[in-house]
């Protein structure tokens, strides 16, 4: 029997003969009756237990208005004490029966709810560590979040009714032979209310669905706003915004509960219809009964017996309409949760090289097919680009990551009708779309090579091994200052220091207690947007990856100290090659060699004082603030120092 906590084996290469992912722990994303199928067969040992110990709670109840009935006309009326004694010990032996298999039950069905929850949980977690950057493209993070907490839970629930539903149903079924034994037109009475329940439920779990899919999405679209706002909370106090981005959260949280409402009131509808069909059944059942006996066809007993189960049947009634409601949330979870199980992976699994062949990668030439950049090893390049998006899409592609653009629109739950279909067909086709553009990657080059190697015929942790970017999104971690230089405890102190040093972030060391095992806030609370940059460029010349691409690394830090990053990085990383985008002339200044891009491909090349000299794009591009900060100069009367001057660093 399966244990908590689950173990994992999801998204390995195996695959049934359709093509398909299949196999024990690899979710079938076909569809979500498939997903809540394959959900069943992960823990089938636990799901079948759960069924056995259901019908071993649900047959002595079910049996017990037949053997009440048995003991009235055998023994009772019959005057027959012997028989008497022996149907009262069936019914004490079928009571100790079902009390002892509820026991059971209740503990299988706690440790199925369990390893369907949390092994959710963690399927999460091995999806989006295994896609990275790749999984923020296809899902929003609301999203995720969602699948990762409220949809493991419905899963939990779907195991749990899954099983009473099977035990319940078999309770039915013998039910209805035992009543078609005593009267056939009762027990055809009994056989003909699941078929108008089914009836009856096809007609109101389509509003059900549709109330509780937008409740659903309301709810991922406000946990991405919480999202949002607490990562932007520092900004938005700075800029005065957390009032308005208050009252949209208020009024997307009022949007959630009216959808709430609404989904609840269709709950409600679909229960109370339960309640009322059950009522009239039993009410139908007993009329018949009695009629049965004023005839003589029936005994007082098997009265009795039909009475027994006129009150016992509404419990699997009941049963049918809560697993109908509950299987229509669960399919509307797997509908979510296959969004974002089912991401394709663009960078399919590769055999691995060498370290030998690794080395002699990390010293060959850095070449960019699409802009025509061209990085000689262990040299200083820096790429100079008059948008900021461009350069910024090229270091993505040079670490082999997807463009920012390639992203799944989210849904506008406000949408209603045919504008909802037409979204919803939009986001189907940018989906396909991107998938389609995915298997392109998987099966072709990117374009980038190293060494004369194209990065998709590497595995990617080989890729990260060799190629590190980090840009202004990269975040500082909760934990100590150790922790946020060195995560993997691989430096010397000295390693360490001098990556500190060339950073210039020496303050960050200074003004946390402990040194390095001063404690950061979660996010790098407390530093200046200029300190938590520099941080980020530490741990990034910590690394020592053999190639090093670095995105406007000083956009946050005052002229003074990008000055002193401008002096030490050139010297920390001597030798290796290094990439560096940015438009700042104190670092253009340092630069082995410099790289021109004009509307995403390399225009001209040469060091910094040979572009400004000879190409005007470049120099108006590059001493743009040079020239406002002369003109401001020349109308108040002062001087300029001839570079970008900035006079503080940002603290968001």
């Known amino acids: 029997m399966r244990d908590f906590p689950p173990t994992v084996t999801a998204w390995t290469e195996a695959r049934d003969g359709s093509g398909h992912r299949a196999g024990i722990g690899i979710p079938d994303t076909r569809g979500p009756v498939r997903f809540l199928w394959w959900l069943l067969r992960q823990q089938g040992d636990l799901v079948l237990a759960g069924c056995l110990c259901s019908l071993l709670w649900m047959l002595p109840t079910a049996l017990t208005p037949w053997v009440f009935g048995q003991a009235v006309d055998e023994g009772i009326r019959a005057g027959d004490a012997g028989r008497t004694a022996l149907w009262c010990g069936v019914l004490l032996l079928i009571t100790l029966v079902g009390a002892s298999s509820g026991v059971f039950y209740h503990t299988v069905v706690v440790r199925s709810w369990l390893y369907a929850a949390y092994g959710q949980t963690r399927l999460v977690t091995h999806q989006v560590t295994r896609l990275g950057h790749v999984m923020t493209r296809r899902a929003p993070t609301g999203e995720v979040l969602s699948v990762n907490g409220s949809d493991g839970e419905q899963f939990g629930h779907f195991i749990e009714i899954f099983s009473r539903l099977v035990g319940n149903v078999v309770a039915y079924v013998l039910v209805a032979v035992i009543?078609?034994?005593?009267?056939?037109?009762?027990?055809?009475?009994?056989?003909?209310?699941?078929?108008?329940?089914?009836?009856?439920?096809?007609?109101?779990?389509?509003?059900?669905?549709?109330?509780?899919?937008?409740?659903?999405?309301?709810?991922?679209?406000?946990?991405?706003?919480?999202?949002?706002?607490?990562?932007?909370?520092?900004?938005?106090?700075?800029?005065?915004?957390?009032?308005?981005?208050?009252?949209?959260?208020?009024?997307?949280?009022?949007?959630?509960?009216?959808?709430?409402?609404?989904?609840?009131?269709?709950?409600?509808f679909v229960e109370a219809v339960g309640v009322l069909l059950s009522g009239l059944f039993v009410v139908a059942l007993m009329v018949l009964g009695v009629q049965r006996v004023r005839d003589g066809d029936l005994q007082i007993g098997e009265l009795i017996t039909f009475l027994g189960y006129a009150l016992f049947l509404v419990q699997p009634i009941r049963v049918v309409f809560e697993a109908a409601q509950q299987i229509t949330r669960s399919v509307v979870s797997a509908r979510k949760t296959i969004g974002v199980f089912g991401t394709t992976d663009p960078w399919p699994e590769r055999a691995p090289l060498e370290p030998d062949q690794l080395r002699a990668l990390a010293e060959g030439e850095l070449v960019d097919a699409s802009s025509g950049l061209r990085v000689r090893p262990g040299r200083l390049t820096m790429v100079v680009s008059a948008l900021p998006d461009e350069s910024a899409r090229l270091a993505d592609r040079l670490g082999r990551y997807l463009p920012a653009g390639d992203t799944v629109p989210s849904g506008d739950d406000e949408a209603t009708g045919r504008a909802a279909r037409r979204a919803t067909a939009e986001r189907s086709r940018?989906?396909?779309?991107?998938?389609?553009?995915?298997?392109?990657?998987?099966?072709?080059?990117?374009?980038?090579?190293?060494?004369?190697?194209?990065?998709?015929?590497?595995?990617?942790?080989?890729?990260?091994?060799?190629?590190?970017?980090?840009?202004?999104?990269?975040?500082?971690?909760?934990?100590?200052?150790?922790?946020?230089?060195?995560?993997?405890?691989?430096?010397?102190?000295?390693q360490a220091e001098a990556a500190l040093h060339a950073a210039a972030a020496e303050d960050v060391y200074d003004i946390l207690p402990g040194?390095?095992?001063?404690?950061?806030?979660e996010r790098g609370r407390g530093l200046s947007g200029g300190q938590r940059q520099r941080l980020v460029l530490t741990r990034a010349l910590a690394a020592d990856p053999p190639v090093l691409v670095l995105v406007e690394p000083t956009s946050a830090v005052d002229a003074h100290t990008e000055a002193r990053v401008a002096d030490r990085l050139p010297a920390h990383r001597r030798g290796r090659t290094t990439v560096l985008m940015t438009a700042s002339p104190l670092l253009l200044h340092h630069a082995d060699e410099v790289a021109f891009l004009v509307d995403g491909e390399v225009v001209a090349t040469g060091t910094h004082d040979e572009l400004v000299a000879g190409h005007p794009a470049y120099r108006s591009t590059v001493l743009r603030g040079d020239a406002e900060a002369a003109a401001a100069g020349s109308t108040t009367g002062t001087t300029t120092t001839g570079t970008t001057a900035k006079d503080k660093e940002v603290t968001p």
């Open 430 to 494: 940018v989906r396909a779309d991107l998938e389609s553009r995915d298997a392109e990657r998987a099966q072709g080059a990117w374009g980038v090579t190293l060494g004369g190697t194209d990065l998709a015929d590497l595995p990617l942790d080989q890729v990260r091994s060799l190629v590190l970017v980090s840009d202004t999104a990269a975040h500082v971690f909760a934990g100590t200052l150790q922790d946020a230089v060195d995560p993997h405890r691989t430096l010397r102190r000295e």
């Open 179 to 268: 009543v078609l034994q005593i009267s056939v037109p009762l027990g055809l009475v009994v056989l003909l209310v699941a078929p108008v329940l089914a009836l009856v439920s096809s007609v109101l779990l389509r509003p059900m669905a549709a109330a509780q899919t937008r409740e659903r999405s309301r709810d991922s679209e406000l946990t991405s706003m919480a999202t949002d706002i607490v990562a932007g909370l520092r900004i938005l106090r700075g800029i005065g915004g957390e009032r308005i981005f208050g009252a949209n959260y208020a009024r997307q949280s009022q949007r959630v509960r009216q959808a709430g409402v609404q989904a609840g009131s269709w709950g409600a």
């Open 515 to 521: 040194g390095w095992q001063g404690v950061l806030d």
